[in-house]
């Protein structure tokens, strides 16, 4: 008999509770990536508030499984670009397609902002980006790149008046 594991993505502030565990157990194993979002969400330098970003988390029986974010890329000019941010899954729950469903929101929502999505990720994690359509890239600040220019957000007929 399969087992379903259900997870819910719900908007995250690192500032919460449950956000710690997780924080500490990305630091045990060698990520300082949810280090700098809460001290960045802390001092005020990157609260995922501006036009088309958003961090999410993605829970199961209250606990935080894992956690992703969108930005404006910082590293590019102008606005059209975003980036994915601090993408972490916590080891209880890897392999369950976690990191997918919360890369997968990401895409989803950028797709609605901006034409290009970005990410630097790790060598361990090429393989993964590759799997949801990113390109591998050699850019200063960017190992992968998805397009999003066919995705934008195309109002409903409806509204178009």
């Known amino acids: 008999m399969a087992v379903s594991f259900a997870y819910l993505l719900q908007p995250l502030q690192p500032t919460a509770p449950p956000f710690q565990p997780l924080l500490e157990e990305s630091r045990r194993n060698g990520f300082d990536m949810l280090?700098?979002?809460?001290?960045?969400?802390?001092?005020?330098?990157?609260?995922?508030?501006?036009?088309?970003?958003?961090?999410?988390?993605?829970?199961?029986?209250?606990?935080?499984?894992?956690?992703?974010?969108?930005n404006i890329d910082p590293y590019v000019a102008g606005r059209r670009q975003g980036r994915v941010r601090h993408l972490y899954v916590g080891e209880a729950h890897r392999r369950r397609g976690v990191g997918a469903m919360l890369v997968g929101a990401v895409i989803d929502a950028a797709g609605r902002h901006f034409s290009v999505l970005n990410t630097r990720a790790p060598v361990e994690a090429h393989r993964f980006y590759e799997s949801l359509g990113f390109q591998r890239v050699q850019q200063d600040f960017v190992t992968h790149r998805l397009m999003l220019d066919g995705r934008l957000h195309q109002p409903a007929l409806e509204e178009r008046h």
Do not use: I, K, P, Y
Request: negative net charge; glycine residues 22%; aromatic residues 8%.
């Open 35 to 70: 280090a700098r979002l809460g001290s960045n969400w802390t001092e005020g330098g990157n609260r995922f508030d501006a036009m088309g970003e958003m961090l999410l988390g993605a829970w199961r029986d209250g606990e935080l499984a894992g956690v992703c974010g969108l």
